[in-house]
T-cell receptor, first 112, second 114 residues
Framework: AQSVTQLDSQVPVFEEAPVELRCNYS??????LFWYVQYPNQGLQLLLKYLSGSTLVESINGFEAEFNKSQTSFHLRKPSVHISDTAEYFC??????????FGTGTRLTIIP | NAGVTQTPKFQVLKTGQSMTLQCAQD?????MSWYRQDPGMGLRLIHYSVGAGITDQGEVPNGYNVSRSTTEDFPLRLLSAAPSQTSVYFC?????????????FGEGSRLTVL
């Protein structure tokens, strides 16, 4: 069985400061890894994903995540956050089958 | 292109009532799924389908039924609503059956069971 742990339920960050949202996963087989973002009163949207190849993946709005197999982690980072980044972020894992398992989410709050 | 459409957006039920949450996608996606979102618990998979006529249970299937008579539609039925089913429900679909592809989500249906 696969599982995802997001240790931080809430992360407050000052505007233009860097942020890291942590994600650890558990699986006995190779996995696909995802970050989804949920803006207030909306459904989730894909932010970025790791399937294979380069362990560093980037999104179009400045976020990046690095797959670390030895630490079973897929932390999300951004060097400088903006007010518009206020949202809830979900890490998810799929053990290359049809089911996608989500973490409990991290609420990112940007402080002006 | 509407994407994934869920109806209704809001619903209040009394304990014991039944209802159906509708989900339709116009992207010809084979895979469709229903999740519920509860505070502090993230999204949990209720049921999913890998094509017309094929459905399977997810992590929390009890109290819910699904069917997939067409590629486009994947309704979720609550047989006898309970307060524990108060939640926000999301329908999601993707093109491929196997994991790796992007899941497209509807805007959600907020259900309150009194």
């Amino acid at each position: 069985a696969q599982s995802v742990t997001q240790l931080d339920s809430q992360v407050p960050v000052f505007e233009e400061a860097p942020v890291e949202l942590r994600c650890n996963y558990s699986s006995s087989v190779s996995v696909y890894l995802f970050w989804y973002v949920q803006y207030p009163n909306q459904g989730l949207q894909l932010l970025l994903k790791y399937l294979s190849g380069s362990t560093l993946v980037e999104s179009i709005n400045g976020f990046e995540a690095e797959f670390n197999k030895s630490q079973t982690s897929f932390h999300l980072r951004k060097p400088s956050v903006h007010i518009s980044d206020t949202a809830e972020y979900f890490c998810a894992v799929s053990a290359r089958n049809e089911k996608l398992t989500f973490g409990t989410g991290t609420r990112l709050t940007i402080i002006p | 292109n509407a994407g994934v459409t869920q109806t209704p957006k809001f619903q209040v039920l009394k304990t014991g009532q039944s209802m159906t949450l509708q989900c339709a996608q116009d992207m010809n996606h084979e895979y469709m799924s229903w999740y519920r979102q509860d505070p502090g618990m993230g999204l949990r998979l209720i049921h999913y389908s890998v094509g017309a006529g094929i459905t399977d249970q997810g992590e929390v299937p009890n109290g819910y039924n699904v069917s997939r008579s067409t590629t486009e539609d994947f309704p979720l039925r609550l047989l006898s609503a309970a307060p524990s089913q108060t939640s926000v429900y999301f329908c999601a679909s993707r093109l491929e059956i196997a994991g790796g592809g992007e899941l497209f989500f509807g805007e959600g249906s907020r259900l309150t069971v009194l």
